[in-house]
């Protein structure tokens, strides 16, 4: 499976973003699609996560609320809108993939076996 993750940018506290993960390779339904970030120095850590259908979702305490992710099975594509957003949301955004499991409240790294490459937001005061 092939992960391109995209739409990071430069953005204003308060402001939204919307990243987009464009998976090919394997039959997008047949996996559960998630978001990750990370902050040189420390540890990657979830943001969010979607089930193979779209049926159910789970989020990190510090993104819900404000954080939403979605998928388009049409375009084998997953997002993630972010709003409200604040600096400590500065960070290299990864999307994530997995074969599905009986729960998505699993957030570990190691759950998941397929990787994009990341893609920066800025979130300035």
């Known amino acids: 499976v092939q992960l391109q993750a995209s739409g990071g940018g430069l953005v204003q506290a308060g402001g939204s973003l919307r990243l987009s993960c464009a998976a090919s390779?394997?039959?997008?339904?047949?996996?559960?699609m998630a978001w990750f970030r990370q902050v040189p120095g420390k540890e990657r850590e979830f943001v969010g996560v979607?089930?193979?259908?779209?049926?159910?979702?789970y989020y990190a305490e510090s993104v819900k609320g404000r954080f939403t992710t979605t998928r388009d099975n049409a375009k084998n594509t997953s997002y993630l809108e972010m709003k409200s957003l604040k600096p400590e949301d500065t960070a290299v955004y990864y999307c994530?993939?997995?074969?599905?499991?009986?729960?998505?409240?699993?957030?570990?790294?190691?759950?998941?076996?397929?990787w994009g490459q990341g893609t920066l937001v800025t979130v300035s005061s």
């Open positions: 994530a993939a997995r074969v599905p499991k009986p729960t998505l409240r699993n957030p570990s790294v190691n759950e998941y076996t397929y």
């Open positions: 390779g394997r039959t997008f339904t047949s996996l559960d």
């Open positions: 979607i089930a193979w259908n779209g049926g159910s979702t």
